[in-house]
C-alpha cells in the first residue's frame, strides 16, 4: 500500500537556523500537503501543492511538489521559536474513498533560542 | 466560527467500558474523518464520511463504530474499550471543493486502563 517517510524523525535547531525537511513516497501523488502540529493541538494546514515542479511560499514557510511526483519537501528559513512542533507531510489515500488522506510519521522540531 | 470541536478533551476509561467521542462542525463540510495519533505512528485513519448516512471504515477500523446521521456531528463509539486504543483522537474536516484540505480539532486524550 501507499507510504509516506519522513526524514529526519526530528531535529533540533538554533534560532535563526534554516529547516530543510522532506517526504518520499512509494508511489505517484498528484497532491502533497504539509501540516504542522503544535503541542497539544491538532494539525494545521501549512501548504497544499497541486503540480509537479511547483514551489510555494507561505511566510517563512517554502514546499516543493518533487518532479517525479513521488517526493516533496518543506523548508523553514530563519527558524523562531514558535516553529516547534511535527510537521507532517500528506497525500491523497487513492485505495480509500475520495478525501482520504494517509499521513507521514512527522518531523518533530525543536529550536533552541 | 467554532470550526471543528471535539468533546471531551479528556478521558480515562477502564477496559470494556464504552464509549462516545464527540465531533461536530459548524462549517458545512461534507467530509468528516477520524484519525488517531500513536507516538512514532503518525496519524491513521479511523472512519470517514462523505456525508449524511454515508460512511466508510479507514485504515484502523477494528473496536470503533461511527454513524453520520447529520451534517455536522460525526461521533465515534467504542464498544468496548482496550488498553490498544489508548491514543489521542483527532477528527477533521473539509468541503468538497478542497477535499485535502482538512481542518482538524484539538483533539481527545483516551487512557484506557
Known amino acids: 500500500g501507499q507510504q509516506l517517510n519522513q526524514s529526519p524523525q526530528s531535529m533540533f535547531i538554533q534560532e535563526g537556523e534554516d529547516v530543510s525537511m522532506n517526504c518520499t513516497s512509494s508511489?505517484?501523488?498528484?497532491?502533497w500537503l504539509w501540516y504542522k502540529q503544535d503541542p497539544g493541538e491538532g494539525p494545521v494546514l501549512l501548504i497544499a501543492?497541486?503540480?509537479?515542479?511547483e514551489l510555494t511560499s507561505n511566510g517563512r514557510l517554502t514546499a516543493q511538489f518533487g518532479i517525479t511526483r513521488k517526493d516533496s519537501f518543506l523548508n523553514i528559513s530563519a527558524s523562531i521559536p514558535s516553529d516547534v512542533g511535527i510537521y507532517f507531510c500528506?497525500?491523497?489515500?487513492?485505495?480509500?474513498?475520495?478525501?482520504?488522506?494517509?499521513f507521514g510519521k512527522g518531523t518533530k522540531l525543536s529550536v533552541k533560542p | 466560527n467554532a470550526g471543528v470541536t471535539q468533546t471531551p478533551k479528556f478521558q480515562v476509561l477502564k477496559t470494556g467500558q464504552s464509549m462516545t467521542l464527540q465531533c461536530a462542525q459548524d462549517?458545512?463540510?461534507?467530509?468528516m474523518s477520524w484519525y488517531r495519533q500513536d507516538p512514532g505512528m503518525g496519524l491513521r485513519l479511523i472512519h470517514y464520511?462523505?456525508?449524511?448516512?454515508?460512511?466508510d471504515q479507514g485504515e484502523v477500523p477494528n473496536g470503533y463504530n461511527v454513524s453520520r446521521s447529520t451534517t455536522e456531528d460525526f461521533p465515534l463509539r467504542l464498544l468496548s474499550a482496550a488498553p490498544s486504543q489508548t491514543s489521542v483522537y483527532f477528527c477533521?474536516?473539509?468541503?468538497?471543493?478542497?477535499?485535502?484540505?482538512?481542518?482538524f480539532g484539538s483533539g481527545t486524550r483516551l487512557t484506557v486502563v
Open positions: 477533521a474536516s473539509s468541503w468538497k471543493g478542497d477535499v485535502y484540505g482538512y481542518t
Open positions: 508511489s505517484i501523488f498528484n497532491t
Open positions: 501543492l497541486y503540480k509537479a515542479g
Open positions: 500528506a497525500g491523497p489515500n487513492y485505495g480509500g474513498s475520495q478525501g482520504n488522506l494517509i
Open positions: 462549517m458545512n463540510h461534507e467530509y
Open positions: 464520511s462523505v456525508g449524511a448516512g454515508i460512511t
